[in-house]
């Protein structure tokens, strides 16, 4: 079958590799669409592989061409979305309905064969069927909306809540779009890039600012503070801000991976002391039974028309463009959100 390999650092090849095999309880998808991730970005560009040669890909959809003879649930010609994560289901995080903490766990297109390529195998259980009303471009970006939507439920937060967005890029834009879908009021989006920043807007943001031309604390003295702070941006700076900003007895998730040491003046740390902030992280997207309610949610707000992901889409690519949305990505004038490759 034909794969985009990434053979080293900055490196890809199409090339013919031999088809996946499967067991009795797996399934053989030929994948339909695969979206690129930020963290596709650091494995080819710094090299953040567990090995060489590696097939990426880990955001996809496709069509069931083979079963197991011991799949009941999925069927040949079945179009569906798949969850990458493989856990081992039997450490003591598996066991306690925590999938995402597993402590062996694998991943298709990290620590195994990813989506970059016409065929993928997975076990039954990782598999959705894709309702009528859900195409398979869309189902690809079922798992980064799940991503969203697992950060937003690790907290509590009243009905028009006013809710703070760190970063607008993809991960930010579906965080708007599930608070919204939640029942969130006034969602305000901030970032450093007026291009995303209007997308924001167009797509259900109430506020937006750009950090770098609004003092955030001057802003949020005169203005009220968020009663939650979803931080995506994974900077540094605007980690800190996420608890500069919060209201008292607010909440703050943190979505985004740090890139470098996040270091809180003594003053900011006192926030969390007297304003009694509920501070939490977010992993992944995914619960008991696997793969979870977020991925059950993601694909029922899309086929409802209640969370539209089209407008996300920007540019569509072959294997053959090898590393050309990548480069894209990386490129500071890049204003989009997801890019696609088209398998079959």
């Known amino acids: ?8 650092k900055e490196n890809f090849a199409v090339k013919e590799i031999e088809k996946p095999t499967f067991s009795e309880g797996q399934v053989l998808v030929r994948v339909s669409y695969v979206g690129v991730c930020g963290s596709d970005l650091a494995r080819y560009f710094e090299g953040k592989v567990h090995n060489y040669p590696v097939v990426l890909g880990h955001e996809f959809s496709g069509v069931v061409e083979q079963v197991g003879p011991h799949v009941r649930a999925v069927k040949e010609g079945d179009r569906v979305a798949v969850a990458p994560l493989v856990p081992c289901g039997v450490c003591e995080n598996c066991e306690r309905g925590k999938p ?14 990813g989506a970059m390529a016409e065929y993928v195998a997975v076990d039954e259980k990782n598999v959705l069927v894709l309702p009528d009303e859900v195409s398979n471009e869309e189902a690809a970006l079922i798992e980064p909306l799940t ?11 009243s009905a ?13 834009i579906m965080t708007l779009l599930a608070l919204k879908a939640r029942g969130a009021g006034n969602v305000t989006v901030i970032d450093i890039n007026d291009e995303k920043l209007e997308r924001a807007r167009g797509l259900g943001a109430s506020t937006i600012i750009n950090s770098l031309k ?13 009663e939650a702070v979803i931080e995506t941006a994974g900077v540094s700076q605007t980690q800190v801000q996420s608890v500069e900003i919060v209201e008292k007895l607010g909440k703050v998730v943190y979505v985004g991976t740090a890139t470098r040491d996040v270091v809180f003046p003594a003053k900011v740390f006192e926030r969390i002391l007297r304003g009694e ?21 993601a694909l029922q707000y899309i086929k409802e028309g209640v969370i539209n992901v089209k407008p996300l889409i920007n540019e ?22 997801k890019f696609l490759y088209e398998i079959g």
């Open 1 to 8: 079958m034909k794969a985009l390999v990434l053979d080293s």
């Open 100 to 113: 995402a903490l597993c402590d062996q766990y694998s991943f298709v297109g990290s620590r195994q064969q």
């Open 147 to 157: 991503v969203a939507i697992h950060g937003i439920e690790r907290i509590q937060f």
């Open 160 to 172: 028009g809540a006013h809710v703070v967005v760190f970063g607008a890029g993809t991960i930010g």
């Open 214 to 226: 609004t003092d955030l604390n001057e802003y949020f003295s005169l203005n009220p503070k968020p």
């Open 277 to 297: 902030i509920e501070i939490t992280g977010s992993w992944m997207s995914y619960s008991a039974p696997f793969p979870g309610f977020e991925w059950r949610a």
């Open 316 to 337: 569509v690519y072959r294997l053959e463009d090898k590393e050309a949305p990548f480069v894209k990505m990386r490129d500071p004038q890049n204003h989009s959100i």
